[in-house]
């Protein structure tokens, strides 16, 4: 072992030396009050839209509790709640690709989003969709590779995706034999106030907590 004996830290009392760099990066953009207005402003309307939407997403699991079988008995009801989560589940990823083509049009020849607000929205339905759908039932089953290849990811073998958080989905490739165990995957990655957007490749095994971005 290490024995330290007679040792005296003394405080920093006497500071000299700035360790916070107060100069401006050239990378990090100045952005003006009217310019960050207009985002705030924008991302609320696009906020309260996407809100609209989500909230009419409940009407085919509620038309079909409601009027197409109305269940009569608590035993009769089990098979109804079943179809009513998966309708709903389906929904909520229908709407997914529709925000998530809509936001990424064009990422093939461009780096950054076309819309920052509409890509901040995009990004916050995305986790919700992961957070509060029952998505994650189909997590390590077959049924969740068909899931990936139908949100737009490139899927060339067998996978395991015990995932964690996927953003960007279309723009993920998984190799063959791929496992993923609660790990995060993100088709960007921000420098200040720079979004980069590109295809992010997925190999071998990613153990827990690892995250893969962009050209990682």
């Known amino acids: 072992g290490v024995t ?3 040792s005296l830290v003394s405080p920093a009392t006497h500071v000299a030396t700035n360790l916070v760099n107060d100069r401006h990066h050239p990378r990090n953009e100045l952005v003006t009050g009217w310019e960050l207005g207009r985002i705030i402003l924008l991302n609320t309307i696009l906020h309260i839209i996407m809100l609209v939407m989500v909230a009419a997403s409940f009407i085919p699991a509620f038309e079909l509790w409601m009027n197409l ?3 009569q008995t ?5 098979p109804v709640v079943v179809a009513c989560v998966i309708i709903q589940t389906v929904v909520w990823l229908i709407l997914l690709r529709a925000v998530e083509l809509l936001t990424l049009a064009g990422s093939g020849s461009r780096t950054e989003p076309w819309c920052v607000p509409l890509y901040m929205v995009y990004q916050s339905l995305c986790y919700s969709v992961q957070v ?5 039932l189909l997590w390590g089953t077959p049924m969740m590779n068909t899931v990936l290849r139908l949100q737009g990811a490139d899927v060339q073998g ?3 995706y015990f995932g964690f958080r996927i953003y960007e989905v279309a723009l993920a490739t998984f190799g063959d034999g791929v496992v993923v165990d609660e790990s995060g995957i993100s088709g960007h990655y921000g420098v200040f106030s720079t979004i980069t957007l ?3 490749y997925i190999d071998g095994i990613m153990h827990q907590r690892c ?6």
């Open 4 to 6: 330290v004996s007679k």
């Open 69 to 71: 079988i109305k269940p």
């Open 74 to 78: 608590p035993l009769g009801a089990v």
């Open 132 to 136: 509060w759908s029952f998505v994650s």
């Open 158 to 160: 067998r996978l395991l």
């Open 198 to 200: 590109g295809r992010c």
């Open 211 to 216: 995250f893969t971005l962009t050209r990682s």
